[in-house]
């Protein structure tokens, strides 16, 4: 299992976005760190265009999208800012892809949410020829994507999406590196979302990178407060209350419940969740924060080759764990 973190581009402190990036990255690096998974939500700077910066000033450590969404920009468009990213970073750059919600697209950019599937597989059929740079010709019912593009030396970046139904979890078997989840449990893990993009992927490797909400602190009151507030609309979002149902965990709500259970009390008791989750075959971990400081706190996972935690300006943190699964088993 491989020791990731998350960071978000409104975990500035009222910095500039693009120097706490920059800063934050090669603190990560200098400590250990070989990844990162940076979100994009629909009110932030334009995340590629930051690490178009970010990659520049910083060597040596993968950054992955977790994720972007589809909706809002053409294939042939997300190709060549991939592209031109993977050529500025030497390849290390990862292109995560999601759906987003209907909140999202149909409430601030009105854009029907429909079809979920066919759409990101349309899109699939019109992006990855280009990535790998041939030409597309993918006519859809949701989105064409014809023509071709020129970046010299640009090699493709491993695309992941964002998957938890059954149906984007063979898709992502078949067509990608993997997935990435979020708030995904240990049960859903190893009965689901593993075993169905194994099974999807046939012979070929692929990764789930499970990114979980993580607090290591004495204050267990306090964490399950700002956990119950920060993270009671998930309830309310189909993709994610399927997970939750499947876990038995009730929806979070803005006072403490047992919904916030994935929240370890102390440093000492991550090993044996910790186990539970390399066990159930997946890749990469990310880090949640439930203060608005900014700041990285590494969880004291047994797996990391360095614990050394990152500047550290408060108690919780999120994660990301992950390792390469194969199939068959």
Same mark, same amino acid.
């Given at each position: ?26 603190? /990560? ?17 334009? /995340? ?52 987003? &919600? ?5 409430? !601030? ?38 023509? *071709? ?12 999406? *964002? ?19 979020? !708030? ?94 390399? !066990? ?35 108690? &919780? ?13």
């Amino acid at each position: 299992m491989q020791i990731s973190l998350i960071a978000s581009l409104s975990d500035t402190g009222g910095r500039s976005p693009i120097d706490a990036t920059v800063e934050n990255l090669a603190q /990560l690096h200098e400590e250990g760190f070989r990844r990162v998974w940076m979100t994009q939500m629909p009110y932030e700077p334009d /995340l590629l265009t930051v690490l178009a910066v970010a990659f520049r000033e910083v060597d040596g450590i993968e950054v992955g999208t977790g994720v972007i969404p589809i909706q809002n920009q053409h294939p042939m468009l997300l190709a060549q800012r991939a592209l031109t990213l993977s050529l500025i970073s030497g390849g290390r750059f990862l292109l995560g892809l999601g759906m987003t &919600h209907a909140a999202v697209t149909e409430g !601030m950019w009105g854009i029907p949410w429909d079809k979920p599937v066919r759409r990101l597989r349309e899109y699939l059929d019109g992006l990855q020829p280009l990535l790998a740079g041939e030409p597309a010709d993918a006519p859809g019912e949701t989105v064409t994507t014809r023509g *071709a593009l020129q970046i010299p030396g640009a090699t493709a970046p491993e695309v992941y999406i *964002a998957a938890l139904g059954p149906q984007l979890l063979k898709l992502a078997g078949r067509r990608t590196a993997g997935t990435v989840t979020w !708030m995904t449990g240990p049960t859903t893990l190893a009965e689901h979302v593993a075993p169905t993009l194994r099974e999807a992927a046939g012979e070929r490797p692929v990764r789930v990178v499970a990114a979980l909400p993580v607090s290591v602190t004495d204050d267990v009151d306090g964490a399950r407060a700002q956990a119950a507030k920060q993270f009671a609309m998930y309830g309310h979002l189909p993709s994610y209350r399927a997970m939750l149902d499947r876990e038995a965990t009730p929806a979070p709500r803005t006072r403490p419940s047992s919904a916030t259970k994935a929240l370890w009390p102390n440093a000492s008791e991550p090993s044996g969740r910790s186990v539970s989750m390399s !066990m159930s075959g997946w890749c990469s971990t990310r880090r949640p924060k439930l203060e608005p400081a900014p700041g990285l706190c590494c969880a004291h996972f047994p797996d990391s080759r360095r614990r050394k935690p990152a500047r550290k300006t408060g108690l &919780h943190g999120r994660f990301t764990s992950g390792r390469r699964v194969s199939a068959p088993v």
